[in-house]
């Protein structure tokens, strides 16, 4: 009698593991600055929001976004370009990379993007997006505990400065005039 109840427990347990959200937020990022994302990226966009898609591999799950560039701030990219991210939710489930930036259809962004082998990606996730409002002002939805930096040894760290903040998409396109960028890592 002892054994089957603590089989069912166990069982009990296997299920409500199976069933328990993640809690995990192990997402880290090295803080970069401006040149920094210029140097990885093909360009900075302001962009509109589309339709997204969640697919599944057979590694696992992404959301595909369309972004339908109103202007190239930097760098160049084609008039529209889906951007692949990690995650999405898909058969009841939700995978999400904590850090990553929320691309909701019809909003505004501007982006830092990067292409490989046909595929569009942000450049360092929720750090290379903007959120801009009717205003052009911008917005970023970053957590400092995702935020690292390397120091004098080259050793990642826990960041002591934040990214470079802008108020508004025309002091980000200043900012990137002149900039190279370049699409290497």
Same mark, same amino acid.
């Given at each position: 009698?002892?054994?089957?109840?603590?089989?069912?427990?166990?069982?009990?347990?296997?299920?409500?593991?199976?069933?328990?959200?993640?809690?995990?937020?192990?997402?880290?990022?090295?803080?970069? $600055?401006?040149?920094?994302?210029?140097?990885?990226?093909?360009?900075?966009? $302001?962009?509109?929001?589309?339709?997204?898609?969640?697919?599944?591999?057979?590694?696992?799950?992404?959301? $595909?976004?369309?972004?339908?560039?109103?202007?190239?701030?930097?760098?160049?990219?084609?008039?529209?370009?889906?951007?692949?991210?990690?995650?999405?939710?898909?058969?009841?489930?939700?995978?999400?990379? $904590?850090?990553?930036?929320?691309?909701?259809?019809?909003?505004?962004?501007?982006?830092?993007?990067?292409?490989?082998?046909?595929?569009?990606?942000?450049?360092?996730?929720?750090?290379?997006?903007?959120?801009?409002?009717?205003?052009?002002?911008?917005?970023?939805?970053?957590?400092?505990?995702?935020?690292?930096?390397?120091?004098?040894?080259?050793?990642?760290?826990?960041?002591?400065?934040?990214?470079?903040?802008?108020?508004?998409?025309?002091?980000?396109?200043?900012?990137?005039?002149?900039?190279?960028?370049?699409?290497?890592?």
């Amino acid at each position: 009698m002892w054994i089957s109840r603590a089989r069912a427990c166990a069982r009990m347990c296997v299920v409500w593991l199976a069933c328990a959200p993640s809690l995990a937020r192990a997402t880290t990022m090295v803080v970069m $600055d401006p040149s920094q994302q210029a140097e990885e990226s093909d360009a900075l966009i $302001d962009a509109v929001v589309g339709a997204s898609v969640v697919v599944q591999t057979e590694r696992m799950v992404y959301t $595909d976004t369309e972004l339908w560039v109103r202007d190239v701030l930097g760098g160049s990219a084609p008039e529209r370009l889906v951007v692949r991210q990690a995650g999405g939710e898909l058969e009841g489930r939700t995978v999400f990379i $904590d850090g990553d930036a929320k691309l909701l259809e019809g909003e505004r962004v501007a982006a830092f993007v990067r292409e490989r082998e046909g595929r569009w990606y942000l450049t360092a996730l929720g750090q290379s997006v903007w959120h801009v409002d009717a205003r052009e002002r911008l917005e970023q939805d970053l957590l400092s505990e995702h935020l690292m930096e390397r120091d004098r040894t080259g050793r990642v760290v826990p960041a002591t400065s934040s990214p470079v903040a802008f108020d508004t998409l025309a002091d980000l396109a200043e900012a990137a005039q002149g900039l190279r960028f370049g699409g290497a890592l």
